[in-house]
């Protein structure tokens, strides 16, 4: 398939294309996609040849007609930019006689209500959408006009027509986020959400509703206010070790890789803050309110740590490096009168060996090294609380 994509580096754009291109090369294998193979990806932007667009024009399978003007320095380029290249566009099909589908960008905007009451962009918008049906009625040609909502995601240029774009922008950088009014509503559209309805588009299985627009799922509904408090929360994440929510298909996930996606190369690592003595170390990474913690604990040689017990809290334990013995044994006495039997666990980081330290069994870990340090990454169910440790003292 030979697969058009005017406005190929703008935001959209090049999500869809690297998407496109990773099929085409085999890094996504994922069964339904293998349809499209062969796959060609033609990208047309303002620095392409005409001639290229000619050619492609008279050439391709699909079209995805990106292309279009946000922020001119006239509003009269909204026309030109929007209505103007699509009607190039489908001028140069119809001369070839290529009656491939056609998939339009338009804009919420477009539907010239409410608040877009008097958007230019809007008018351009549904100019464009006219003369797209126009031509699909003249021709017979499968069009697809798609009205985004806000759109945000990695690659979208912030301080330009996304205040979710611009927002990540600043936090990430530490600059003032500007909002005048917190209680605006946006509706919000994830572009790999829109780019997988694309993909299904160029199968044949666009979703359109019953006026013969189509639209991309889902979407969430957030105020701007809401939008900066989270960002604000996944800064501060660094910090409290805090981990975001990570709910399947939830906004707070989709905006968190969002906000990751602005921060400078050279700003993505950060320190923890670990707590040691002779006997070595300890580092929380990550707290979350219904998952627990991870820690890595460090041992020094010879070292032997733990010698307690938890009413509630559990752990796992998985020597990463080292050689480490590992005992457990169950509080109190049998029947008999006689302590419980010591279970020892012999682990190596060269044998990865998760170890839980169950409730009720006091534990410890022992560095069996002379000369190594010995590295342990630790989960508990629970992040620590030291108002209500749930730690008991008990030689194993």
């Known amino acids: 398939m030979r697969v058009l994509v005017t406005g190929a580096k703008g935001f959209v754009g090049r999500n869809l294309c690297e998407s496109l291109k990773a099929i085409r090369d085999g890094k996504d294998r994922r069964p339904r996609y293998q349809a499209l193979l062969p796959i060609e990806v033609w990208e047309y932007d303002r620095d392409s040849s005409p001639e290229n667009l000619e050619v492609w024009c008279a050439q391709a399978d699909f079209v995805f007609n990106l292309a279009g003007v946000n922020r001119p320095k006239d509003p009269s380029e909204f026309m030109e930019g929007n209505f103007g290249f699509a009607s190039e566009l489908l001028g140069l099909l119809e001369r070839h006689g290529n009656r491939c ?12 209500e409410g608040r ?3 958007s230019e962009y809007g008018r351009s918008k549904l100019a464009g959408e006219n003369l797209l049906l126009e031509y699909s009625e003249r021709t017979g040609a499968r069009v697809l006009v798609y009205r985004f909502p806000n759109l945000y995601g990695k690659w979208c240029r912030p301080n330009y027509n996304s205040a979710v774009a611009t ?13 005048d009014d917190s209680a605006v509503e946006l509706e919000l559209l994830h572009v790999d959400d829109l780019v997988s309805e694309m993909l299904e588009a160029l199968l044949g299985n666009e979703t359109c509703d019953a006026d013969g627009l189509c639209h991309a799922d889902p979407t969430d509904r957030a105020t701007l206010g809401e939008i900066v408090a989270l960002l604000e929360s996944f800064r501060d994440s660094r910090a409290t070790l805090d981990v975001p929510d990570q709910t399947e298909g939830s906004f707070s996930k989709k905006l968190h890789s969002t906000f990751l996606s602005y921060y400078e190369p050279g700003t993505l690592s950060y320190p923890l803050d670990p707590k040691s003595d002779e006997r070595g ?38 020597v990463v490096s080292g050689e480490a013995s590992i005992r457990l044994r169950r509080v109190g006495l049998d029947e008999e009168g006689r302590p419980f039997p010591t279970v020892e666990y012999l682990v190596s980081g060269e044998r990865p060996e998760v170890v839980e330290m169950a409730p009720g069994f006091t534990h410890c870990i022992e560095n069996l090294s002379v000369e190594r340090d010995l590295v342990t990454l630790m989960w508990a169910n629970e992040p620590f609380d030291s108002e209500a440790p749930d730690t008991y003292y008990e030689e194993v």
């Open 281 to 318: 170390s300890f580092a929380e990474l990550l707290r979350t309110p219904d998952r627990g913690q991870v820690s890595v604990n460090v041992s020094k040689p010879g070292v032997t740590k733990g010698n307690h017990w938890h009413h509630l809290k559990w752990e796992k334990f998985l």
């Open 167 to 179: 927002f990540c922008h600043n936090v990430a950088r530490g600059l003032p986020v500007r909002v």
């Open 101 to 112: 589908p056609v998939m339009l960008a338009s804009s919420a905007q477009a539907s010239l």
């Open 116 to 118: 877009y009451a008097g």
